[in-house]
């Protein structure tokens, strides 16, 4: 007798064979340099259910250039593991052949070059398009939204959030989980998740004062399709008091609470789900050890790192399927269900490149209306760029090397400190900036960039601090995002250490010497956490900055080693 | 140069902060220990400690035991000044051997639970939280 696990994997191999997961097949368009919309959309529609997956759009209603990270380190357990694998071994991992259009769409490398002939990526009305077809498909298709939709452009912060929801109600999803959302703050957050016509989900939203299920937030919510009883339970990111303003959402407490998970999983089963899908905002190795811990979920669909992967990947019965960001990628996943066991799967990472899939009308006039009010401060020439501006990676990007460069000169600081988010579209040499491609990388609600003095040893606390984040060997102590970008400031990092030893040779790179424990440094920096920071929003001194250059060039930036790997 | 209030005030929070490092536990924590288990053998079944991986705030962090049957739960923080948080004593006719409280915790450090079991013997557990200064989440 075949067990379900081995079912499981059969179809990972038949996936990986046939090229039904999607990527084989590109490989030989790519080659005949044939792209169209039914290639991209071409799948066998198998089993009784489908599942549509969308993530971390962070505010991207148009299309846009994203490029993937060139470093993305895995430490303990992921080293080495996938999404921890970049560039060309990525490519060889998944028989991806080189300039090939998931070349471009997965992987670093020649990014340039490729995005002059690939083009931009994403559009929620293209998303839109392939949604349709997917329904067309299978009309009772599930959508899911995963979080990070309502934060990170200008119009969605003008709108606090109203032109994300206004888009997507009109991709009609069925349920969504949470994460930058918040930062709209807690009464806001409450306003627009009453209005929305679909659930709200996240077990692990609890409230803060009795650290009891949060009441606007149901753990979890039932479906009926295709035959089956399918729970979707949400999870929501679980650092949001500590990676963002615990201040603008006092109320909600968060955390993994994994044991809280398990005993969802086994009430939903109880109540006879025989399909358990976790929407989860937790990061990609997170999901890969609650999946580990917790019984009874058979997929995943994991956001908040950003991460795209051609092929879900297997923990113990559970697939989990990473959708990347920024509205690249909508992940299918059909499932064969039955007698309450899920016995197959198929799986396509659909990329959406702008230029080949057909923008959806009703939803590009849509979206043309929540930016019109807007249209011309969005579409201001601030400057020219000469180099490729982009931000993923686990160290500097050139876009926050510029952000640096910015906070040094208009802030008059020696050290400059910008955070490791992970979103942010890239732009190519030769573009203008425009107003709102400054707002793309720099959009929040806690926006104020700071001045202040801090030690030698406090800088020093700080980069252990938020490496740690990042490089601790237990995914459960990560926060997902990547390492403090710097200005001003060289170090090495061993990533290999632990806390407290990781960082070492901090100099001042403007006169190479080394930097002193005891000595007070001026340091400009946004995106703090804490409640009452002053300053200008980071928007304008950036405007500023470029402004005055007219055209950039980002220099090459060797100021952080690493080692350990 | 000048300070404003605000600045003079972040530099108060980022000495605070200076005591973040994880804190390693001290060898009090054995006698602690010692003192509660009379040095019995300790097992690590019938005892949970439910405790967040990275406190939201290190001021007032949630934390709970459950060891069904104990007659007592002794709870430390290993990094803390003062490890002993509590000890929970159950009388007889406690419905559930249950409890559940906030803590203050000095930095990154041990959570250690150890109970004192239905059968005289004795569990322990323990659980690492982070106290950060955090920022930057993806």
């Known amino acids: ?565 | 140069m000048e300070f404003t209030r605000r600045e003079t005030l972040a530099i108060g929070g980022a000495a605070a902060l200076t005591v973040m490092m994880p804190i390693k536990a001290s060898a009090a924590i054995d006698s602690y220990i010692e003192e509660f288990t009379g040095g019995a053998d300790m097992g690590d079944a019938g005892l949970e400690l439910t405790a967040p991986e990275i406190a939201e705030n290190g001021n007032t962090v949630p934390i709970e035991v459950s060891a069904p049957g104990a007659s007592a739960i002794m709870v430390l923080a290993a990094g803390n000044p003062t490890p002993p948080v509590a000890t929970f004593n159950f009388g007889p006719l406690a419905a559930a051997q249950r409890a559940s409280t906030r803590i203050r915790l000095a930095g990154t450090q041990d959570i250690i639970a150890i109970a004192k079991l239905a059968d005289g013997s004795f569990a322990r557990t323990s659980k690492t939280v982070k106290v950060t200064i955090g920022g930057c989440g993806g």
């Open chain 1, 1 to 565: 007798m075949i067990s379900r696990r081995d079912f499981l994997q059969a179809s990972m191999a038949a996936s990986a064979m046939l090229g039904a997961s999607g990527f084989g097949q590109w490989s030989r368009l790519a080659a005949q340099q044939a792209l169209t919309q039914d290639q991209l959309l071409q799948f066998d529609t198998f089993g009784n259910v489908s599942l549509i997956h969308v993530t971390d759009i962070h505010a991207q209603l148009k299309p846009i250039f994203f490029r993937e990270p060139s470093v993305n380190i895995g430490v303990g357990d992921n080293r080495g593991a996938v999404p921890h694998v970049t560039g060309a071994e990525f490519r060889r991992l998944y028989g991806i052949e080189d300039n090939s259009y998931s070349h471009y769409a997965l992987s670093s490398g020649d990014f340039e070059a490729l995005a002059r002939s690939y083009g931009k990526m994403g559009g929620l009305d293209r998303v839109s398009t392939v949604v349709n077809a997917i329904r067309a498909d299978r009309p009772d298709a599930i959508l899911l939204d995963g979080g990070d939709t309502w934060h990170g452009s200008y119009t969605c912060y003008h709108t606090q959030g109203q032109d994300m929801v206004n888009v997507m109600n009109g991709l009609k999803p069925d349920a969504m989980t949470f994460h930058w959302e918040f930062t709209l703050g807690s009464d806001r957050v409450a306003e627009l998740v009453e209005s929305l016509p679909y659930a709200a989900l996240g077990q692990n939203i609890f409230d803060a004062e009795w650290d009891e299920p949060a009441e606007l937030f149901p753990p979890y919510t039932f479906f009926e399709r295709g035959g089956t009883k399918i729970a979707v339970i949400g999870q929501a990111f679980p650092y949001m008091p500590i990676a963002n303003p615990r201040w603008m959402f006092p109320e909600y407490s968060f955390g993994i609470r994994d044991e809280n998970m398990q005993a969802m999983v086994d009430e939903v089963r109880q109540q006879g789900a025989e399909l358990v899908v976790c929407l989860s905002h937790n990061g990609f190795d997170v999901d890969k050890k609650m999946a580990s811990i917790v019984t009874g979920i058979d997929v995943i669909l994991s956001g908040h790192t950003h991460d795209a992967l051609p092929e879900p990947v297997l923990v113990g019965e559970t697939i989990i399927v990473a959708s990347g960001s920024n509205g690249k990628f909508v992940s299918r996943v059909d499932l064969d269900v039955r007698n309450g066991q899920m016995l197959g799967f198929r799986h396509k990472l659909i990329p959406i490149f702008s230029d080949v899939i057909e923008p959806d009308p009703a939803i590009a006039s849509l979206i043309d209306e929540q930016r019109a009010p807007f249209e011309a401060q969005l579409s201001e020439v601030i400057g020219q760029t000469d180099s490729l501006l982009y931000r993923r990676g686990n160290f500097n990007g050139t876009w926050d090397d510029l952000i640096c460069d910015a906070l040094l000169s208009e802030r008059d600081a020696e050290i400059a400190l910008s955070p490791g988010v992970r979103w942010g579209p890239s732009l190519i040499p030769g573009q203008d900036i425009t107003r709102e491609d400054i707002w793309n990388v720099t959009s929040m609600t806690y926006g104020q960039a700071y001045r202040t003095e801090m030690t030698g040893e406090f800088l020093k606390i700080v980069l252990e601090d938020v490496a740690d984040n990042i490089f601790n060997p237990d995914p459960y102590y990560q926060q997902g995002g990547d390492m403090v970008r710097t200005g001003g400031l060289g170090y090495r990092v061993d990533v290999s250490k632990p806390q407290g030893e990781r960082i070492s040779e901090m100099v001042l790179t403007s006169t190479g010497e080394a930097i002193d424990p005891a000595r007070n440094y001026v340091v400009a920096g946004w995106a703090s956490v804490n409640e009452g920071t002053e300053g200008p929003q980071i928007w304008d001194v950036v405007e500023s900055h470029i402004a005055k250059q007219g055209t950039v060039t980002v220099s090459q930036n060797d100021s952080v080693t690493v080692t350990g790997l």
